[in-house]
């Protein structure tokens, strides 16, 4: 790699720091991108990346891989930690037949409950003892930010053995009154279905993963949660009830009653989240939660989760609210924008009704 590249490059992830962007996008034919408060902002001060200069970022960003036939590869995810210690999430892949880079600054340090102005009631999902925990959110909504300080909490209150299946190790904790074993997924284990099927033999109370890949491995997590383990996985789902749905479309006829059966049963929480520009600068957490209650198992059971809205909607006493209902909080509380929050609503239509009766 040229020395005038690797310069750039540098420059790159020192103007992300400098004015707080999470992603930096290299594509060829544009401009690089930053997302700044969760807003995409084309930088035109600088040159138009081209295909020379896509694969010197991935000699630059994959060196000591390339030897591992990264080159042969057309998708890989792993962490560059730069010479001032900062460490980014490098994900390479093919487009058009040429090297993508997107680059995600990873936060120096782990986030605490507080700091991420959860609601009150994940201070009872972080006494759960056993059952299923779920964060959901698309992509960038925060949601492995908010596994890390779940995982963190119990590591400071809790005297546990932690087993964290990531690919790849996004945050790195150290033990304090738990024991956390931190497996990357393609590294120390080959599959998140192989690192689940060992942590079923191990001695092992909690089992987190950054995100369930497939069908084998969800019906891993449900069957470790019948064994009397805690189970927290993050999803990309955008919201409790699609979440649900999502999950069970995974399983056969024949096992959809027993996964119907654990979830009623061992489902402790659903937290959906996502990131949303704030009115002064920088996102602020609109977060849905769905907790266990009778009203709920009765839904799962007896497949009407196209009532769930009105379990949320109604149940803010044991500490549920739905995505729409944290908005317009927002909104109320001047965080952020009527528009922003009407494009972020579930139910747009409904929501718009719920603004005219602030």
């Known amino acids: ?27 060829v034919g544009n401009y690089p991108f930053l997302r700044i408060s969760g807003q995409l902002i084309n930088l035109t001060d600088q040159a138009i990346v081209t295909p020379e200069y896509i694969e010197s970022a991935v000699d630059f960003f994959g060196s000591g891989l390339i030897g591992d036939g990264l080159k042969d590869k057309t998708d890989s995810r792993f962490i560059y930690t730069a010479a001032t210690k900062a460490r980014f999430r490098i994900h390479l892949f093919k487009q058009k037949g040429n090297w993508s880079v997107s680059v995600k600054l990873l936060p120096s340090r782990i986030a605490n409950l507080k700091e991420l102005a959860l609601p009150k009631i994940i201070q009872t999902i972080v006494t759960a003892q056993r059952g299923i925990v779920f964060v959901v959110g698309p992509f960038g909504s925060g ?19 932690i087993l964290l299946l990531e690919q790849p190790l996004e945050h790195l904790f150290v033990n304090n009154k738990s024991i956390i074993e931190q497996r990357e997924v393609g590294k120390d284990v080959a599959s998140f279905a192989e690192g689940l099927e060992v942590a079923k033999e191990e001695d092992v109370n909690i089992v987190a993963l950054g995100q ?41 006829e024949e096992k959809i009653i027993w996964a119907k059966e ?24 609109a977060c849905e939660v769905l907790t266990n209650s009778q009203a709920f198992r009765v839904l799962i059971k007896e497949n009407r989760l196209q009532q769930l809205e009105n379990i949320l909607q109604t149940s803010r006493a044991e500490g549920m609210q739905s995505l729409d209902q944290s908005l317009l909080q927002l909104v109320q509380e001047g965080k952020i924008s009527q528009p922003e929050a009407r494009k972020q609503a579930l139910n747009p239509q409904n929501f718009q009704q719920a603004l005219r009766n602030v």
């Open 212 to 252: 369930v890949p497939d069908a084998k491995s969800l019906e891993l997590v449900l069957e470790l949660a019948e064994s009397g383990r805690l189970v927290i996985a993050a999803l990309d789902y955008d919201s409790a009830a699609t979440t649900l749905n999502g999950i069970l479309s995974d399983f056969s």
């Open 262 to 285: 654990v979830l009623s049963g061992l489902l402790v929480a659903i937290l959906a989240q996502r990131l949303v520009p704030a009115l002064n600068n920088g996102v602020v957490l």
């Open 1 to 27: 790699m040229g020395s005038a590249d690797n310069v750039l490059l540098t420059k790159l992830l020192a103007t992300m720091a400098e004015r707080r962007a999470t992603d930096l996008h290299l594509v």
């Open 143 to 161: 949601r492995s930010t908010t596994l890390s300080a779940i995982l963190q909490e119990i590591n400071d209150t809790r005297s546990e053995h």
